[in-house]
Structures are given as structure tokens and as C-alpha cells.
């Protein structure tokens, strides 16, 4: 069990930098994040888009802004579960809390800060039947383990950079990789597009182009799939996995279930510390909602400033919290 | 300034007519979202997420076409279709008169 005063569900900006607006207070931080990396949306969407509203910063690219939130959060020593969903939330009976991820990691923490943007990033589904039955049984939405595939039959399914990435890579680790696409082309990244059209014609990925997902087959596990093209002719693969690649979409997921009071996909919160209606339970950034709510980063970092002095009181119940500047006081590590 | 009108159907096949300015710089994601539709537009309109996907069920020849970067997001969702478009990339003007446009994605 990892034990945090805050547990910070989401590692995108906000969340990053509610960790030194704690570390001043001498709270420690634990962020959670279903994506494999911390930034949310800045480092999985628009990784090199300028931003031009962070003060001090006239231009800055998405991904700079998280290298240096992580570097200004350094001192504090966060912690990380990344690639993990936070599925369940449990009240202990001294008013803290137990996090169970997807992948049964527990935390412990007095506070929970939810910083999920717009929620977890999903992947998005092809409308198939009997695709939900076949999930983990030969349908999987992600590569994990590469490994999971060695000398297998693989179907991809996309056109975007990672079905191009792991039609390259699973080439060499499969025993056979089929990449099903809609176009004649691709627009992912020009060398890896070539590398694939070279691959196909040496004999080593069969390419399906023009062509869309039709019918799943198989008794228990998945053992074939159709797909159609456009003169609506059908052709039958068989194969042990399908992995459709179709990008990720945000979902707000289990934290629905939590008794927050939600309003269109938001949590409601009162503004003077942003606490939801559950007490030890905060929420800040694109995710709450209250009168006149911008969905900026700088108004996420305003109310992980302000959550904190709530959350003081939670974690340090006996002490007066005593306001100081980083001018004056600095920043001390712990 | 000119009041353009056009249709919206939601998932359930509900149309209205929805009015919008054209002379705010609006694109017709923003409209959507301002009339209380389900559109999430989580990169807030860099045509970066595909979850403001809608099919031009009508007045497609008005909308000029899409660029590279809308294409490349439209073709890599699961569902696509010959007008598909991203609302985010459309501005509101007085071609998109008449014109009729479905919801489209589970997003949204």
C-alpha cells in the first residue's frame, strides 16, 4: 500500500502543479494517471503546440511547459502510478482514503485532489458485434507487453502513427501481422508509412487498404475477422488478436460513481477551497465546474493554490497554517 | 452581419435549426457547445481530437475541404463517412445557410 497525504488523481498540469503548492504547506504527493506518461492532454494531444496564456511565458510548447513543471515540482519528491485508473474509492473510518487502481495498486492518502481534465483518455471502438465479448479474448486496445504476441497472428486495425509503429515493430515479433486500413495511404509519419509499404511488399505484413472492420468470429476466443471494402467484397483473416488502433478519447469513468455531485461531465465545487460535496475530496482544473469556470491552465494552477489551504487542515488538523512567499521562505525540499 | 441558420440532428435524430452570427470569427464547434449540444472538443479546436465529429448531411459543397490535419484525424476514427468534418474547422458563414449536420462519435 503506497501512503500520501494527497493523492492526486491526474498528472496533467494542474495536477503537477498542485504538487508544489503542497510541497510548500510540507504535504506530500502521490499522482495517479491512466496514461503511460504524465502531462495529460498537453504531452498525449498537443505536445507541440505553443501556449500563449501561461504568465511569464509569452510562447511556450506544451511538453516544455511539463518538463518544467516536473523539474519546478523536483524538490518535493512526488510519486507516480502512471498507467493505472484510479477504479475505486473507499472512505476509511477516520475520514481517509483507499484508491484501488485498475491494476489493484492501493493508496492510502488523507486528501484526494482529482485532476482529470476531461477524464481518462480511452481508446475509441469500432462498432462491432460481440466486440465487448471478445475484449480479452483475443481483442486487446493497447500493446503492453509486446511479448503477449510473439509468433502469434495479428490483426491492426487504424492509420494513424501507432498502428503504422506497432504494425513495424510486431513484424518482427509475430508470426504474422495483417494491417487493415480505410485509404489507399497513410498520413501518419512519411517514413514509417514507406517502412510499411516496404515491409508488405518484401512478404512480411499483409496490408488490407480500403477497408473497414466488418464481423468478428470465434467460439470463446477470437479466431477470424471480416472486412470489407469498398466494392463491399468480404474477405475472412484468421487470427489471435485484433488491435484496433483508433486513437484515445476522454472519458470521465469511474470517478461518476463517487457520489460527487456531477453537472455535464464536471464536478461541482465550492470556490473557496474547491471541494466537491465529499469531504477530503477536491477537484480542480478542466474537470469542476462553478460560476463563470474557464477551462485554463493558469485558473488550474489559481485553484491548486487555494485547494491546498483547505487541504492543510485535513493533514495537519492540530497546526495553524501560516501563509509564506517562496521569496522569502524559499523552497524547501523534503 | 448576417443571422446564418442551418440544421443539427442529435444521436437521437432530432433536428433544429440552431442561428449563429457570422462576423464573431465562431467556428461551428463553438456553436454547438454554446447551444448546449454534446460536443466535447477537449483540444479546444486545434482539430487535434476528433470529439466534435459531425457528417454534413447536407450543404457540403458550401464548407471547402477539409485540410491534411482534420483528414488525418477524421480517417483514424472507427467511424467515417464521406462528409465527415470536424466542427471545430468550420466557420460559421453565410455558405453553411440551409445546411444540415449529424453528431457523430460516441463522444459526442
Known amino acids: 500500500m503506497i501512503n500520501t497525504d494527497i ?84 472512505k476509511q473510518d477516520d475520514g481517509s482514503f483507499v484508491l484501488t487502481t485498475s491494476d489493484k495498486t492501493k493508496i492510502h492518502a488523507k486528501v484526494i485532489v482529482i485532476a482529470g481534465g476531461l477524464g481518462c483518455f480511452e481508446p475509441r471502438k469500432p462498432v462491432l458485434e460481440k466486440l465487448e465479448y471478445f475484449e480479452g479474448k483475443g481483442i486487446t486496445y493497447m500493446v503492453k507487453d509486446p511479448e503477449k504476441f510473439r509468433n502469434k497472428k495479428v490483426i491492426l486495425a487504424g492509420g494513424g502513427d501507432s498502428a503504422l509503429d506497432w504494425a513495424i515493430y510486431l513484424s518482427n515479433v509475430a508470426e504474422r501481422v495483417t494491417l487493415v486500413h ?35 468470429g470465434g467460439n470463446g476466443h477470437l479466431e477470424s475477422v471480416t472486412m470489407v471494402n469498398k466494392s463491399k467484397e468480404e474477405i475472412t483473416v484468421d487470427t489471435d488478436y485484433l488491435i484496433p488502433l483508433f486513437g484515445l478519447s476522454p472519458k470521465l469513468g469511474p470517478i461518476a460513481d463517487w457520489g460527487l455531485n456531477i453537472d455535464k461531465n464536471a464536478i461541482e465545487v465550492d470556490t473557496v477551497h474547491y471541494s466537491t460535496n465529499v469531504p477530503g475530496i ?52 523534503f | 452581419m448576417t443571422i446564418v441558420k442551418f440544421e443539427v440532428e442529435d444521436h437521437d435524430g432530432n433536428r433544429q435549426e440552431v442561428e449563429a452570427p457570422d462576423d464573431m470569427g465562431l467556428s461551428l464547434m463553438e456553436v454547438l457547445k454554446a447551444s448546449e449540444y454534446p ?43 464521406e462528409s465527415s468534418r470536424l466542427a471545430c474547422q468550420i466557420r460559421i458563414s453565410e455558405q453553411l445557410e440551409g445546411a444540415v449536420f449529424k453528431l457523430r462519435g460516441e463522444d459526442n
Open chain 2, 39 to 81: 460536443v466535447l472538443a477537449t483540444c479546444g479546436g486545434m482539430a487535434l481530437c476528433a470529439t466534435c465529429h459531425v457528417e454534413v448531411l447536407e450543404g457540403k459543397d458550401g464548407l471547402g475541404d477539409a485540410t491534411d490535419v482534420e483528414l488525418d484525424q477524421l480517417e483514424n476514427l472507427p467511424e467515417f463517412f
Open chain 1, 182 to 216: 480505410r485509404n489507399e495511404t497513410f498520413r501518419g509519419a512519411p517514413d514509417s508509412a514507406a517502412k510499411v509499404f516496404d515491409l508488405a511488399n518484401n512478404g512480411k505484413i499483409d496490408l488490407i487498404l480500403s477497408s473497414d472492420l466488418k464481423q468478428l
Open chain 1, 282 to 333: 477536491y477537484a480542480i482544473g478542466d474537470i469542476n465546474t462553478y460560476e463563470n469556470k474557464l477551462k485554463l491552465i493558469l485558473c488550474g494552477f489559481h485553484e491548486a493554490a487555494l485547494m491546498c489551504q483547505g487541504a492543510f487542515k485535513l493533514v495537519y488538523p492540530e497546526q495553524k497554517l501560516s501563509f509564506k512567499y517562496t521569496t522569502v521562505n524559499g523552497v524547501n525540499a
Open chain 1, 7 to 90: 493523492c492526486i488523481i491526474g498528472a496533467g498540469p494542474v495536477g503537477l502543479f498542485a504538487v508544489f503548492e503542497a510541497g510548500l504547506l510540507k504535504m506530500r504527493c502521490h499522482l495517479v494517471d491512466a496514461l503511460p506518461q504524465v502531462g495529460g492532454q498537453l504531452s498525449e494531444i498537443y505536445p507541440q503546440k505553443p501556449i500563449y496564456d501561461i504568465p511569464g511565458f509569452p510562447e511556450i510548447k506544451a511538453q516544455d511547459l511539463v518538463t518544467n513543471l516536473m523539474k519546478q515540482i523536483e524538490p518535493f519528491h512526488p510519486t507516480f502510478t502512471l498507467g493505472e485508473r484510479v477504479d475505486h474509492l473507499t
